[in-house]
Nanobody, 121 residues
Framework: VQLQASGGGLVQAGGSLRLSCAAS????????MGWYRQAPGMQRERVAT???????NYADSVKGRFSVYRDNAKNTVYLQMNNLKPEDTAVYFC????????????????WGQGTLVTVSS
């Protein structure tokens, strides 16, 4: 399984970006998908997650500004980021929890390569 993230870039404070992350490979089922981010010198932190049933969780710092959604037919998860702030600057990583095709009761987390989001003040 491979995850390909895209959509990062440079934006001014108050602007918007949409990140995409498409999964490919041998996929039988996907449970939770979502996004984490890591700013320079900081630990990776959870931004938003969405389960296959549509349950969503956001970090408090992005509530009301970011929206996560997925297209199950395309095995793709998105992160719409509005009203961006300089403190949102980070490398954003997508992840997905994939069913092990050999052991259906087991799930494996895969990560994308990261996409850089830079918000200027």
């Amino acid at each position: 399984v491979q995850l390909q993230a895209s959509g990062g870039g440079l934006v001014q404070a108050g602007g918007s970006l949409r990140l995409s992350c498409a999964a490919s490979g041998r996929i039988s089922a996907i449970n939770t998908m979502g996004w984490y981010r890591q700013a320079p010198g900081m630990q990776r932190e959870r931004v938003a997650t969405i389960t296959s049933g549509g349950n969503i969780n956001y970090a408090d710092s992005v509530k009301g500004r970011f929206s996560v959604y997925r297209d199950n037919a395309k095995n793709t998860v998105y992160l719409q980021m509005n009203n961006l702030k300089p403190e949102d600057t980070a490398v954003y990583f997508c992840f997905g929890q994939f069913q092990n095709p050999l052991v259906s009761s087991a799930w494996i987390n895969y990560w994308g390569q990261g996409t850089l989001v830079t918000v200027s003040s």
